[in-house]
């Protein structure tokens, strides 16, 4: 070969190379389809400021899931079954870009994980304060509109909201979803009013939808506009960072994790919900000096879900991860009062062997039908003066102190060491908002917290659990764990929200029911 074919040759082999590499960025930054078949959402991230918390609360987290049972056609008064309890509060929201009608109309959603349907403001929103400062999807302008009408609400802690089905094309990416149900929201709950977003995408299963309408994703898969039926995101919590994270439709992007999936099976129907097999406190992420353990002795329940941000949990057990790592709650005069007066015989009865859950019976604190089958959060019962309603409050102080004692048995500790340790715990119950502040200039030295998945142990840094709250020169930060209490049968459960996910890349293998966990990069 003569050296100017030769040096021909080497120079299109270079060309080939800078073409290749080029194609390959056009992949990173397009939002929509590439050559390796996969749909990709960019995320953009909202960061909190004092005012900007309060309405976080909004997003899926306080949503109250209406399980339908039977034909999507009911009316509104049959979406009240099967009622699921999932609450949060939120330090951050990630949402993308979709759009829906012919040609398409652009909303800014949040994806969720942890619900099942797609809804955004409609132009017939006239009475709902909420619905102004957000894009409203107008039927009239769309050639590809098919009018259902059928009423809908989707029931939420801290209101509703009210709507009606309709049907149409919708652009997730680069890929239209055609003939998609979605809800029109005619009246939305107040809260809505600072949300950062205009709707929700639910990336949950069809079982817990309301209406029983298709999910998104479902008609991604079945239209094969997906070369894989999983799902993965990456979140970035780095304020510096513009990109907020990104969901990838049909496969996975490996620039966001290193290292190898940690997959484990759906435990349950209906939500991305999982194992957990212990959560352990320990002074570094490799287990170091163990500070604690043994919060899921047989296993806990959590759902998987992109649409909270914190860690929510028992109010039992979030007081005590929060008094280990030294987060502030509020003190509790009414849980003080059950110690004190009754800590000597709930301590008592229990070393007798009397179950834990007829303790608080035994004593008359609790009804039969009062305990903890039963069980609220301690911001639910309060009234409209914002005191407790004394029955219930020592109902459920009770049940809290009698979890306390049970796990401090166990460990052979003098009866007023533990008494006094369970009256230190009252001190550390989250506030009425369900906060806990931690000291700024502390979290350098608290403990890491793991979750153990799979047998694998998937630490957080402090850094990584806690929040930061700016507003102009002063700083907040916040505990990522927050009390969630789930009345059986549904609970207790876990949420592992985006504060989780933006530690670890997740793969929602769709096809084959189970979800992987990867370090995030």
């Known amino acids: 070969m003569s050296f100017s074919l030769r040096a021909l040759v080497n120079m299109g082999m270079k060309l080939l ?40 609360r909004i997003t899926r987290g306080e949503v109250i899931y209406s399980v339908v049972k039977g034909d999507t056609n009911c009316n509104i008064d049959c979406l009240k079954d099967d009622v699921v309890y999932l609450r949060d509060y939120l330090g951050t929201q990630f949402y993308g870009e979709i759009g829906i009608g012919s040609p398409p109309q652009q909303f800014t959603v949040a994806f969720d994980t942890g619900s099942s349907n797609l809804w955004v403001p409609s132009s017939k929103c006239h009475f709902s304060i909420a619905c102004y400062g957000h894009s409203k999807y107008r039927a009239r302008l769309s050639s590809t509109f098919t009018k259902i009408g059928v009423p809908c609400k989707i029931r939420y802690g801290s209101g509703s909201i009210y709507g009606f089905f309709s049907q149409d094309n919708v652009r997730v990416g680069g890929v239209v979803i055609k003939d998609q149900v ?27 939808a309301v209406g029983k309408v298709k999910p998104v994703w479902y008609n991604m898969v079945q239209q094969g506009l997906v070369t894989q039926q999983v799902f993965s995101i990456w979140l970035n919590r780095n304020p510096k960072l513009e990109v907020g994270g990104e969901i990838v439709f049909g496969g ?30 320990a002074s570094n992420s490799t287990g170091g000096r163990n500070l604690f353990s043994g919060f899921c002795g047989d296993g806990c329940a959590a759902i998987v879900d992109s649409g909270s941000s914190f860690i929510g949990g028992p109010t039992t057990m979030i007081a005590q991860i929060n008094h280990v790592i030294g987060a502030e709650g509020v003190v509790s005069l009414e849980c003080k009062k059950v110690v004190s007066k009754y800590g000597d015989l709930i301590w008592e009865l229990l070393i007798s062997g009397l179950q834990p859950r007829k303790v608080c019976v035994d004593i008359g604190l609790c009804r039969y039908n009062q305990s903890s089958a039963a069980i609220e959060t301690m911001v ?117 929200g985006d504060l989780f996910l933006a530690a670890y890349h997740t793969i929602f293998d769709f096809g084959n029911l189970k979800v992987g966990f990867a370090k995030s990069s």
């Open 17 to 56: 190379v800078v073409v290749i590499c080029l194609l390959d960025l056009a992949c990173i930054f397009a939002f929509g389809n590439c050559t390796d078949g996969l749909v990709r959402i960019g995320l953009k991230r909202w960061n909190l400021d004092h005012n900007s918390i309060n309405a976080a």
């Open 182 to 208: 979605f809800s029109e929201a005619t009246r939305e709950g107040l809260r809505f009013l600072l949300a950062q977003f205009d709707g929700i995408l639910g990336l949950g299963f069809q079982d817990v």
């Open 252 to 281: 996975v992007d490996w620039r966001h994790f290193s290292g190898d999936h940690t997959f484990v099976p759906i435990a349950q129907s209906g939500y991305w919900q999982i194992e957990v097999g212990d959560i352990l406190i």
């Open 380 to 496: 639910d019962i309060t009234n409209s003066q914002g005191l407790q309603d004394d029955g219930s409050a020592l109902c459920n102080f009770c049940e809290t102190t009698v979890f306390w004692l049970q796990v401090e048995l166990k460990k052979h500790r003098p009866k007023e060491n533990v008494l006094r340790y369970v009256n230190e715990m009252c001190e550390r119950l989250p506030n009425p908002r369900r906060k806990s502040f931690i000291n700024c200039d502390n979290i350098a030295n608290m403990p890491y917290v793991s979750f153990l998945i799979g047998n694998k142990s998937f630490p957080l840094s402090p850094e990584q659990y806690t929040i930061k709250v700016v507003q102009g020169s002063s700083t907040i930060c916040l505990s990522g764990f927050v009390a969630l209490d789930v009345p059986p049968t549904n609970g207790p459960l876990w949420i592992l």
